[in-house]
């Protein structure tokens, strides 16, 4: 019943190549993100969709598409992959918890890939 | 352009004593901060959270403080725990938008 499942937990590949990593939360969310972290371990901000929604896109290649087939998922499409690439790659939901001013993110366990 | 900074990679306490982890930004806008907790190969949990409105929050054995003047928050974990030994992230973000940015974190080490 894990909360937010991310797959696969590790990813191996050629450069070059295209993957997806999916994710999907049964929080009942609106809103889905998904993170990077790089190797000097900050976790930075790629997309979020809300309810289906694009409304924050950072400065990523266009290489990397964020899919969502509804809201429960928010699927991680990376095109060409690059040796940059390698990252552990985070998805998080989020809703807003009573007493609290900002959404609070649900993560999770992250999916390592490594571009060889 | 590290808005969000955790000097300390590392840190070790006792069992029952005081863990105190820091976290300095530098974007003035930021009105509200947040701790997160990481266990390996877990994703990172929320812990508690402050809004710039106030200095303090405390939960449990946790405490945040927040002194805006210098840009700083501290958590702290009053008495630590062994099983408070993980990785801890502090995040801030302004305004109602989601773009939290999160610093690099700190391992926490809690012996016995």
């Known amino acids: 019943d894990t909360a937010v499942s991310q797959t696969p937990k590790y990813l191996v590949t050629q450069m070059g190549n295209d993957k997806s990593i999916k994710c999907e939360q049964n929080l009942g969310h609106d809103t889905m993100y998904w993170y990077k972290q790089d190797s000097k371990k900050f976790l930075k901000i790629m997309f979020s969709?809300?309810?289906?929604?694009?409304?924050i896109n950072e400065t990523v290649p266009n290489r990397f598409s964020p899919k969502s087939p509804d809201k429960a998922h928010l699927n991680l499409h990376i095109n060409s992959l690059e040796l940059g690439d390698s990252a552990v790659y985070f998805c998080a939901s989020s809703s807003r918890l009573p007493g609290q001013w900002r959404d609070i993110q649900y993560f999770g366990a992250g999916t390592r890939l490594s571009v060889l | 352009d590290q808005q969000v900074k955790q000097n300390s990679p590392s840190l070790s306490v006792q069992e029952g004593r005081i863990s105190i982890l820091n976290c300095d930004y530098t974007n003035s806008m930021f009105d509200y901060f947040l701790w997160y907790k990481k266990y390996p190969a877990e994703g990172p949990t929320f812990l508690i959270s402050?809004?710039?409105?106030?200095d303090k929050n405390e939960d449990g054995r946790f405490t945040v403080f927040l002194n805006k003047s210098a840009k700083h928050l501290s958590l702290h974990i009053v008495p630590s725990q062994p099983g408070d030994s993980a990785v801890y992230f502090c995040?801030?973000?302004f305004g109602y938008g989601q773009n939290f940015v999160f610093g690099p974190g700190t391992r926490l080490s809690v012996l016995p």
């Open positions: 995040a801030a973000c």
């Open positions: 402050i809004s710039s409105i106030k």
């Open positions: 969709y809300n309810n289906k929604e694009l409304i």
